[in-house]
Each structure stands twice: as C-alpha cells, then as structure tokens.
Antibody
Framework: QVQLVESGGGVVQSGGSLRLSCAAS????????MHWVRQAPGKGLEWVALIWYDASDKYYADAVKGRFTISRDNSKNTVYLEMNNLRAEDTAIYYC??????????WGQGVLVSVSS | QLTQSPSSLSASVGDRVTITCRAS??????LAWYQQKPGQAPKVLIY???TLQTGVPSRFSASGSGTYFTLTINSLQPEDFATYYC?????????FGGGTKVEIK
C-alpha cells in the first residue's frame, strides 16, 4: 500500500525541540524528493522544507531556516524534520509529502505539533 | 504570492463553481490545485495547470496562464464541499494560495 505515516508530534514548551518522522511504504522512496508542509489551526497550507531524493540538496522556508533540519534515511524509507527553538507560531499540523515534479502527489495524514508559551 | 478568490462561497448541488488564483508575477505552467476536507490531508486534483490527477472525476477542470488561473467544478456534488488551494512551484519551494472554502447553500 502506497502511503506516508508521520509520527513524533506532541506538546512542547517554547524554546524546546521535537523530531518528526515520516515513514514511506509501497513505492521506491529513494527516487523521490520529500516535502514537509504545515497548517496552523484554521489556517492555510505553508511549505516548510524539501529534501532531494538522495539528500544532496535541502531547502527551507525563511520562517524555519536555522531552526529546522530536514534529513532522510533511505535504508529506512524515512524522512525526518528536526525542529529546534520552537515558537508558538510553529504550532500546526505537519504533513510530509512526496514530491512529484512541481506538486505533492502523496500526503501523510499529518501530525500535530503544539508549542506552549 | 498567490491570491485566491473568493475566500469562500456557497453553492448548491449541481451548480457550476469557478475559483480563481492570481499570481503576483508571471509564472510557469506549474500550478496545481488541491482539495482538503476537514480533518484530512490535502489531495491533488490538478497539476501542470490543467492535467487531471489519476482518479479525479472529470467534473473538475482547470486552465490559465501567466498570472491568472482557474479551477472549475461542473455539477457540484455533495462530496465536493471542501476547501481548495492553488499552489505554485518555484525551483524548490511551494507557495500556496489562501484557500477557498466551498460550502453548501
């Protein structure tokens, strides 16, 4: 079954850290770039980060640059998002998504990150 | 930057609905449309401006170029009530429109 399953969300205090995981199955994970996209409560979608299929390139939104790190382990079919120095405005549902050229063609179910001040 | 309009609309089953997405500057043909229902992840409907994703009903169509793009739903069905987002691709980043909520009249 082709799917993405996120985990690792939770409640964390402002300034804290969290690592999200996204486990892929049912497709050749090591041939796809992967995105993280987030959605604050009641708000729209916001792109967070992209990692190339072989981790040779990584890109970040300005809002998270220097605080978040995207990585992947192709032997485990998993992409990660390490989040440090979390702020209240990082509170959101975080989705991982499979990059297909110019769009995301497969999404995980999302994981909630709540940052308390 | 992508600006969607309207931000919300009310329509009846069977109606034809059109949502617009304007880019702040001219862009490539790499525009996509997503549907998101409450409590669910987004789902791609259209990519490369007008290509229907496999499995998406043909009542969905899209077109556009430059800075003006549209998504049309012909004969709105009960399962189409949702929020719709446009998305553009710039080398590596994704930019999303603010969303259009389609509600039942």
């Amino acid at each position: 079954q082709v799917q993405l399953v996120e985990s690792g969300g939770g409640v964390v205090q402002s300034g804290g850290s969290l690592r999200l995981s996204c486990a892929a199955s049912g497709f050749n994970f090591n041939t796809y770039g992967m995105h993280w996209v987030r959605q604050a409560p009641g708000k729209g979608l916001e792109w967070v980060a992209l990692i190339w299929y072989d981790a040779s390139d990584k890109y970040y939104a300005d809002a998270v640059k220097g605080r978040f790190t995207i990585s992947r382990d192709n032997s485990k079919n998993t992409v990660y998002l390490e989040m440090n120095n979390l702020r209240a405005e990082d509170t959101a549902i975080y989705y991982c998504g499979r990059r297909e050229r110019s769009h995301v063609d497969l999404w995980g179910q999302g994981v909630l990150v709540s940052v308390s001040s | 930057q992508l600006t969607q309009s309207p931000s919300s609309l009310s329509a009846s089953v069977g109606d034809r609905v059109t949502i617009t997405c304007r880019a702040s500057q001219g862009m490539s043909r790499y525009l996509a449309w997503y549907q998101q229902k409450p409590g669910q992840a987004p789902k791609v409907l259209i990519y490369s401006t007008s290509t229907l994703q496999t499995g998406v009903p043909s009542r969905f169509s899209a077109s556009g170029s430059g800075t003006y793009f549209t998504l049309t739903i012909n004969s709105l069905q009960p399962e189409d009530f949702a929020t719709y987002y446009c998305q553009q691709f710039n080398s590596y980043s994704l930019t999303f429109g603010g969303g259009t909520k389609v509600e039942i009249k």
